[in-house]
């Protein structure tokens, strides 16, 4: 028998989607689960957006350039002005999603052995991307008792070494709701300058920011615009997931012949999904506003709400839809199992997303798990009843 290899094997599994199939034998078995464990929206898409794909009329689905569209291209450059975010047509390409822009990223920029220096908790996707990679995560651990602020900037000075070249952020942040300061923000900058570095910008979440202080791009930092490589996804500002479309954007040019090499390699993004997604952009400013009104009456509420369970504590997300939890409890990814495998409450359960996929520091998260409030109110508050008596019920309890 043949080995399989050593980058599969170490490959971390989704703390997001781990434990489907827990959550599939529980619906299966007639309990009813309540998904707060992934980002998948459930607002209506704009009806701009599922028109152009009732109206396709193309008599040859055929390859898209392996950039993307250019009129999707040239929409993008005018969507990124409404933010003061100043790129050439040129310097966008479109990808499968922001996860392939991601991918992407590292593996234009990145040798095996180089490292990207990450606080964490992060997206956990980007520790697989990097070992696609053969580059590494170096983190940087943020705290829940600090509300998940940037660590101080010494700390990232100790972290970096001649195979450093890179830092990667998501602002706002998943899994954490955390949105930088301009002091953080410029912090990095200067780091990135000092070290001449990438920084890597995860900015997916741009729509959804809930301070009333003004969105900050990487690209509104001066002096590293050629340092920059922005991630960008309409899934979540559009509530098209499926669509898998996103955006690569830089003005370096040599990462960006770096990137299209990877981007012909693999032909070209989805035909339809571009479609879909340049139809998007013309989606009507309430619309926007509805979408956005909505997190923030959902957010309120699901913090309300978790910090009146006795044990239970979370910091006040200021952007994305998402919010990192500390659980009374013994051990989250054993406590998330069990509300799948052996819990319910009349006839009901919940599906959390454990903290420890978030974090690579052993230890880190143990007590802790990831809720997306992408629920309406009403199925929010009868799952934060599930989780009361889930922890009242759990023999590894705490509190």
């Not at 202080?213 to 509530?239: C, Q, T, W």
């Not at 659980?327 to 006839?347: M, N, S, T």
Request: proline content about 8%; charged content about 25%.
């Amino acid at each position: 028998m043949p080995n399989v290899s050593e980058r599969g094997q170490i490959m971390p599994a989704s703390p997001i989607r781990r434990l489907v199939p827990m959550a599939n034998k529980a619906i299966a078995r007639g309990t009813k689960v309540y998904r707060l464990n992934i980002g998948q929206p459930d607002v209506p898409t704009p009806p701009q957006a599922l028109e152009a794909l009732r109206k396709i009329d193309r008599k040859v689905l055929e390859y898209s350039p392996s950039e993307g569209l250019l009129s999707l291209r040239q929409k993008l450059q005018q969507y990124y002005k409404r933010f003061n975010i100043d790129v050439d047509v040129d310097d966008i390409i479109v990808t499968t999603g922001g996860s392939e822009a991601v991918l992407f990223a590292f593996m234009a920029c990145l040798d095996p052995g180089d490292e990207i220096i990450v606080p964490e908790p992060a997206y956990a996707n980007y520790m697989a991307f990097a070992i696609s990679a053969g580059a590494k995560i170096v983190t940087i651990p943020s705290s829940i008792d600090e509300g998940f602020e940037l660590p101080p900037v010494e700390k990232f000075e100790e972290l970096i070494t001649p195979r450093t070249k890179g830092i990667l952020i998501c602002n706002p942040n998943n899994p954490t709701g955390y949105l930088y300061t301009m002091k953080e923000m410029l912090q990095i900058r200067d780091l990135v300058l000092k070290h001449d570095l990438f920084l890597f910008s995860d900015e997916v979440y741009r729509e959804f920011c809930y301070t009333g202080a003004p969105y900050i791009s990487a690209f509104h930092l001066p002096g590293i615009e050629e340092k920059v490589v922005l991630i960008d996804s309409v899934s979540k500002r559009y509530n098209e997931c499926g669509i898998r479309i996103g955006a690569l954007i830089t003005k370096h040019k040599e990462l960006k012949a770096n990137v299209m090499k990877f981007c012909q390699a693999r032909l070209s993004p989805p035909l339809l999904g571009q479609l879909v997604a340049e139809a998007s952009i013309d989606t009507p400013a309430d619309y926007m506003l509805a979408t956005y009104n909505e997190y923030v009456e959902r957010r309120k509420f699901l913090i309300d709400q978790i910090n009146k369970i006795p044990g239970c504590y979370t910091p006040i997300p200021m952007g994305a839809f998402y919010t990192v939890v500390r659980l009374p409890v013994d051990d989250a990814d054993k406590f998330c199992q069990w509300c799948l495998d052996e819990f319910e409450y009349e006839g009901q359960t919940i599906f959390m997303a454990p903290a420890s996929g978030f974090y690579t520091t052993p230890g880190m998260g143990h007590d802790e798990v990831r809720m997306a409030y992408v629920l309406e109110k009403e199925e929010l508050g009868k799952a934060m009843t599930v989780l009361r008596k889930a922890l009242e019920a759990y023999p590894g309890r705490t509190f």
